[in-house]
């Protein structure tokens, strides 16, 4: 008897596919990540949105968001070291938001 996988498309979001070159601010970034997400999720995806977001109710209105839709909203913290993340960003992004 052969075992059946279940799996769901994935697709990642950052701040660059949401054009945060564009603005200065992290509000309006954080709000259209969190948007797009949630269209994901309503679709039935798992959609992994990676970003830099330091204010807390930036955060808190992603999150409501997706309650609000009946989405499930899964928060990660990643501790990295400020020296680390400007070590990796290639594209300067971080460097334009300080």
Known sequence: MSKLQVSKIQYETTGCVVAVQYSKRRSPVTRRVAEVGKLFADSGS?????????????????????????????????????????????????????
């Open 46 to 98: 798992v959609a992994l949105c990676a970003f830099i977001s330091p204010c807390r109710k930036d955060r808190e209105m992603a999150r409501r968001l997706h309650q609000e839709a009946g989405l499930p909203f899964i928060e990660v913290f990643v501790d990295t070291p400020l020296e680390e993340c400007e070590n990796r960003d290639t594209k300067g992004m971080l460097t334009q938001q300080q």
